[in-house]
């Protein structure tokens, strides 16, 4: 698929620098995480529940009637 493009190869550190937490910084540290997850989790969910009927092909359907609908009555016009 990719075949004969430059500068499509990855490379990976051999030798990775590993950092370690702070001791006193580790339980401050989780927490935010643990409350980043659970936020990034709500907006998910939440977009999903705003999103998701209007991705519907009943939606989707419902819209296209509509606009056929009024490209009838404006041509007429």
Not at 23 to 43: H, N, Q, S, V
């Amino acid at each position: 698929m990719f075949t004969g493009l430059k500068g499509t190869h990855v490379h990976f550190n051999l030798t990775p620098i590993i950092i370690y937490e702070p001791a006193e910084l580790t339980d401050d540290l989780r927490e935010y995480r643990r409350d980043t997850f659970l936020r990034k989790k709500a907006d998910a969910i939440r977009l999903e529940r705003l999103l998701s009927p209007i991705l519907s092909m009943e939606h989707r359907l419902k819209i296209y009637q509509k606009m056929k609908a009024y490209e009838l009555i404006a041509s007429t016009t």
